[in-house]
DNA sequence: ACACAAACGAGAGCACTGCTCTTGCTTTGG
DNA sequence: CCAAAGCAAGAGCAGTGCTCTCGTTTGTGT
């Protein structure tokens, strides 16, 4: 029979599923450290120890939410950035910032478990790398693009920075100017500076209009790896000095 | 007697000491998550329900820590910013900030406790505000200082945005321009984006000289606020486009 | 000086957690 | 067809936060 070897196969995957639904819905509404694998096998309706066959410890149920939770958050982006696949740089980067955002404060739980301070004693296994970098190989397809198409403008690189910025690029993107691969790995370590503020509350009582706020601080992490705004164009109020 | 009424209130203020002093070393040791009342009685020698004459919960004890967390770091600030009280805006914003860092790095749970994710259904209440304003605080006046001393530049500011900085400004400092203040506000989130993806592990196995990296970063982060860089006076290499 | 109230330490106990081990039952593959 | 592997269930261990009760100590107002 086909699903000779299925029959117990499909049961054990869909368990699994139903496991990390149960598991994930606990996440979302009490967040990580309230996460109890006997109240997920509780409402499964299965005893606790059966739930070990699945997941060998609570840790382990843990990072499949976070592979899981990467990649949702990856094809999010992904998504968003290919209604705009035609558009401009300018307008691709912000989309996929804003995507990244958007889906924080949809998911602040699982996007805590993954850019929030890592779980207690836990560090994540290398499992996780690959969905962890979607969101990252989006931002250098951009700014890719950008410098082919002479929209972005060459950051400065001290030369204290030199080697490193020569590593970077040729881990990331051996064909970008190691000035400008420098410049996006930091812009993307602030993007999840605004995000996580505004997520984990450092903005209450601070920041209001927070969407304006956040596009602007967007827009000026996109001058960091050389993209050129429209605005850019204008007549700059840039090194404009204001006197005592 | 002077001390009539000091000898129990001495000895609770001594006890409440030991007890967080307790509970910082094993915060600092295994993480938040892992820290335990129990734990805590047990190596002082007490019974756990004796301690909860002095916290009345486990979260009461972690807002302690974490008002103190607060001030540690802002306290480490303000010494490594009052020894060049005297030289720069730009030098004393590249120290501050990477005293944050420092002080994040030999103190990683206590960071990942203020800046990290919030804990488990946790929220901090009002009483930890003063503390957490220190540092910002600190760059506020940097800022201040450059912007009298004609050392800033003024950063553009979007229409859509200018009455959340205007907001921002009235509330932070109403003597600067509201542009600086929203510019500085996105500073301070981006350096613990930086600070929180170093110590989060974000950077493994990517960033190999973090120390140069975020010298770097923070420059780029005074560029944001206006700060104008002993370097920003030779040749620009800022506007050169890169053909195809 | 005495009495009363508040503060305190100790212990028992409740409900919960992650995890292990053993016991049977069912499915699977040689 | 039968042994082996997969599985659910239950009991149990050590640990947790927290509550309640019980004497005892300490400070204070009359």
Redesign the interface.
């Known amino acids: 029979m086909s699903t000779a070897r299925g029959a117990r196969a499909r049961a054990r995957i869909e368990v699994t599923a139903a496991i990390k639904d149960e598991a994930r819905r606990q996440l979302a509404e009490?967040?990580?450290?309230?996460l109890s694998l006997r109240a997920v096998a509780r409402e499964l309706g299965m005893v606790s120890s059966a739930l070990y066959r699945y997941f060998p410890s609570r840790d382990d149920l843990l990072t499949a939410l976070i592979i899981d939770a990467y990649d949702s958050l990856g094809e999010t982006a992904e998504a968003a950035h290919a209604k705009v696949a035609d558009a401009g740089p300018v307008r691709r980067w912000t989309v996929v910032c804003e995507a990244v955002r958007d889906w924080a404060l949809a998911h602040p739980h699982e996007y805590?478990?993954i850019?929030?301070?890592?779980?207690?004693?836990y560090?994540?296994p290398d499992t996780t790398v690959p969905a962890a970098s979607r969101v990252g190989l989006l931002l250098i397809g951009i700014i890719r693009d950008a410098?082919?198409?002479?929209g972005?403008?060459?950051?400065?690189?001290?030369a204290?920075?030199e080697?490193?910025a020569r590593?970077?690029a040729e881990?990331l993107a051996p064909d970008l100017?190691p000035a400008v691969v420098?410049?996006l790995?930091?812009a993307?370590?602030?993007?999840?500076?605004?995000v996580?503020?505004?997520l984990?509350?450092?903005?209450n009582?601070?920041?209001?209009?927070r969407e304006?706020?956040f596009?602007?601080?967007v827009?000026?992490?996109g001058h960091?790896v050389g993209l050129?705004f429209p605005?850019d164009t204008g007549t700059g109020?840039?090194?404009?000095?204001?006197?005592?």
Chains 1, 2 share one sequence.
């Open positions: 009490e967040g990580a450290a309230k805590a478990l850019y929030g301070s890592p779980v207690p004693g560090t994540a410098h082919q198409g002479a972005v403008a060459l950051p400065r690189l001290p204290e920075l080697p490193e590593r970077l881990d100017p420098t410049a790995v930091a993307w370590a602030q993007l999840y500076g605004l996580g503020f505004e984990f509350g450092q903005f009582r601070l920041v209001e209009d304006p706020f596009r602007h601080a827009a000026q992490l960091g050129v605005q109020g840039r090194g404009s000095r204001s006197g005592s």
